[in-house]
Nanobody, 122 residues
Framework: QVQLVESGGGLVQPGGSLRLSCAAS????????IAWFRQAPGKEREGVSC????????YYADSVKGRFTISRDNAKNTVFLQMNSLKPEDTAVYYC???????????????WGKGTLVTVSS
C-alpha cells in the first residue's frame, strides 16, 4: 500500500512555529520530488514548497520565502516543512505530495497525503 501521512499540524499563535512531517510508506522517497501544498477554506490549492530528489533543487512560494524551510531525511523516508514566523494567512490544510522526478514541477504528482490542518490565530 502506497501512502503519505502528514503530521505536526495544530493551533499556533502568529509569530510561532510548527514543523510538519510527511512520512512515506509503500515506496522509497529517494527517487521522488516532494512538494507541500495548502488549501484554505474557499480558496484553491496552492503550491508552498518543494524539494527535488536532487536535494539542491528547492522551491518556495514568494509568500513563504525566508520563513519556511523544506528538508528531507531519506533514511527515515520522511520530508519536513519547518514553518517559522507564522501568519494568520498561513492557515490552511497542508498536503504533501510525491512526484517521481529529479526536479520539482509541482504539477504532475503521483501520490498525495490526506492533509494536516494548520491554524494560526491569537
Amino acid at each position: 500500500q502506497v501512502q503519505l501521512v502528514e503530521s505536526g499540524g495544530g493551533l499556533v499563535q502568529p509569530g510561532g512555529s510548527l514543523r510538519l512531517s510527511c512520512a512515506a510508506s509503500g515506496f522509497i522517497l529517494d527517487d521522488y520530488a516532494i512538494a507541500w501544498f495548502r488549501q484554505a477554506p474557499g480558496k484553491e490549492r496552492e503550491g508552498v514548497s518543494c524539494i527535488g530528489s536532487n536535494v539542491g533543487n528547492t522551491y518556495y512560494a514568494d509568500s513563504v520565502k525566508g520563513r519556511f524551510t523544506i528538508s528531507r531525511d531519506n533514511a527515515k523516508n520522511t520530508v519536513f516543512l519547518q514553518m517559522n514566523s507564522l501568519k494568520p494567512e498561513d492557515t490552511a490544510v497542508y498536503y504533501c505530495a510525491a512526484e517521481q522526478a529529479l526536479q520539482c514541477s509541482m504539477w504532475s504528482m503521483d501520490y498525495w497525503g490526506k492533509g494536516t490542518l494548520v491554524t494560526v490565530s491569537s
